[in-house]
């Protein structure tokens, strides 16, 4: 356990469906992270927050996308009008945020549209 | 694009045996080059990590080997043992960035046989 909760684990839903996950960080990690994984591929950067701001946004997370961390604590990333193509592990990551060090990550939210 | 490369994609390896996995980046401004394992429903986890300043990290079994004229770095797992059994991904990330987000290879599915 990294100390990064994500929630929910798994979520099935169909087409055209909106989805919220939300990512509780380690308390004292400025930065979060949100990335994107496929079946069979790393993770792919989608955003990230320092404190409360929103501060850079991959290609990848389209207009259906908004990311919140408000009063920089817990974050949440919703999709709305869910695609087939949105299925994926959303992994959410967090670190102080100094240097580079380690990125801790949480157990993921695994979403599934039908 | 895909700006780290990741080979092989899978390998099996005899317990005690050595698992060496590759990886090669494109962009120079890269300067943080960490592994990270992932477990199966699990998020991935730091596993070791260099800067190009030095051409080798050892941490217990596990080896970084950094060549910067050729652009590679390998992850070399000594007396593998089926614990390793897991995915590993090799990743890159720009310390002087705003975002400093990791960019990850595509994963290597290690399975050690007993």
């Known amino acids: 356990d990294t100390g990064v909760s994500q929630d929910p684990r798994h979520k099935i839903t169909k087409r055209g469906q909106n989805v919220t996950f939300r990512c509780d960080p380690i308390s004292e990690h400025n930065r979060l992270y949100w990335y994107r994984q496929t079946l069979g591929q790393g993770p792919e950067f989608l955003t990230y927050f320092q404190n409360e701001a929103q501060l850079e946004k991959s290609r990848l997370l389209s207009d259906r996308f908004s990311a919140e961390r408000p009063k920089g604590s817990f974050s949440t990333l919703e999709i709305q009008r869910t695609e087939q193509g949105d299925s994926a592990m959303y992994l959410c990551?967090?670190?102080?945020?100094?240097?580079?060090?380690?990125?801790?990550f949480g157990e993921g939210s695994r979403l599934t549209v039908l | 694009q895909q700006q780290v490369k990741q080979s092989p994609q899978s390998l099996i390896v005899q317990k005690g045996g050595i698992s060496i996995i590759n990886c090669a980046y494109e962009?120079?401004?890269?300067?943080?080059f960490p592994w990270y394992q992932q477990f199966p429903g699990k998020g991935p986890a730091l596993l070791i990590a260099i800067r190009p300043d030095v051409s080798e990290k050892k941490e217990g079994r596990f080896t970084i080997s950094f060549n910067k004229s050729a652009k590679q770095f390998s992850l070399h797992i000594m007396d593998s043992q089926p614990g390793d059994s897991a995915t590993y991904f090799c990743a890159a990330s720009i310390s002087s960035g705003s975002a400093r987000q990791l960019t990850f290879g595509s994963g290597t599915q290690l399975t050690v046989l007993p």
């Open positions: 962009n120079t401004a890269f300067d943080y």
């Open positions: 990551a967090t670190k102080v945020l100094a240097g580079t060090g380690e990125l801790f």
